[in-house]
């Protein structure tokens, strides 16, 4: 199904509706899909009115709703719930999911994530990534230098730039597991560092003669370096026993296959 067809959706238009008369966010309305009933819940409303909330559904052509509201000490709760929702492109895929799992169309369930849950998403990560950039500086600053808190960082933005550029290059689908392989790198790529910095410290305290501390950082690099190769080696073997024998021997893929005995509409 086309993905303009679900912008036109009259459920994400009655959980708009409802969202602006209880003055939140779309995000903060959650949609639980049964069947043909739909229930909208929202917590912590200051002004839980019954009328507005009833106007709004009504002006999108008549939505019959009953409305719930209960009383709480941080602001009321509210559900809207619908017995009967409109027509919607969603029906049809409920219908072929139901059909795929030889189920009924009432025990599918439908669960939304909008794009203002998405920003606000983005926006407490980017804050967690400073808030995690700024307490590594200051760390690193504390354990080694600020010279050396200041590289380590350029060095873990620089790897998470790279890779991000294959994705965007190579066109890979960003999934939820890719942020959590971001996550690995920058993991490993601050570990590496440290590794590097703390080795670099312990030979500088035997710096003199004609060793200079260029000296010393090769040194330093020369006697991590199979260590790091090996804890890389270590990490990439499961992930890469996992792809061989999931994907190429037991046939494991993420496309979901025709049931037998059943075809689709």
């Known amino acids: 199904m086309q993905s303009e067809e679900l912008l036109n959706d009259p459920i994400k238009d009655i959980r708009d509706a409802v969202a602006e008369a209880t003055g939140k966010q779309p995000a903060d309305v ?3 899909i049964a069947g043909a009933r739909g229930t909208f819940s929202v917590g912590g409303v200051e002004s839980a009115d019954q009328a ?3 106007q709004s559904l009504a002006s999108l052509g008549g939505v019959d709703a009953e409305v719930v509201v209960t009383p709480t000490n941080e602001g009321s709760n509210m559900s809207v719930i619908i017995e009967e929702l409109p027509p919607s492109p969603r029906d049809e895929i409920t ?3 139901a059909d795929y799992a030889g ?7 439908i669960n939304t994530v909008g794009p203002t849950w998405g920003t606000e998403v983005s926006r407490k990560a980017l804050y967690a990534l400073l808030l995690f950039f700024a307490v590594l500086a200051v760390y690193l600053s504390l354990r080694f230098e600020f010279k050396m808190a200041a590289s380590a960082i350029v060095a873990v933005v620089h790897d998470i730039i790279f890779t991000v550029g294959v994705y965007a290059l190579v066109g890979f ?6 942020v959590t392989a971001f996550l690995t790198i920058l993991g490993f790529s601050l570990y590496d560092t440290v590794v590097v910095f703390d080795k ?3 030979n500088s305290v035997n710096i003199g003669g004609r060793t200079t501390y260029g000296d010393i950082v ?23 026993s996992l792809l061989v024998v999931g994907s190429f021997i037991l046939g494991a893929t993420a496309r979901p296959r025709q049931p037998r005995g ?4």
């Open 95 to 97: 219908e072929r999911l």
């Open 200 to 202: 670099i410290k312990e």
């Open 52 to 54: 507005a909330v009833e």
């Open 103 to 109: 189920g009924e169309v009432a025990d599918v369930s």
């Open 218 to 240: 090769d040194r330093s690099l020369n006697q991590v370096l199979m260590r790091s190769l090996s804890t890389s080696l270590v990490a990439l073997l499961p992930v890469v």
């Open 262 to 265: 059943r075809k689709r509409r």
């Open 30 to 32: 959650t949609a639980d």
């Open 173 to 178: 689908e960003v999934t939820p597991a890719t």
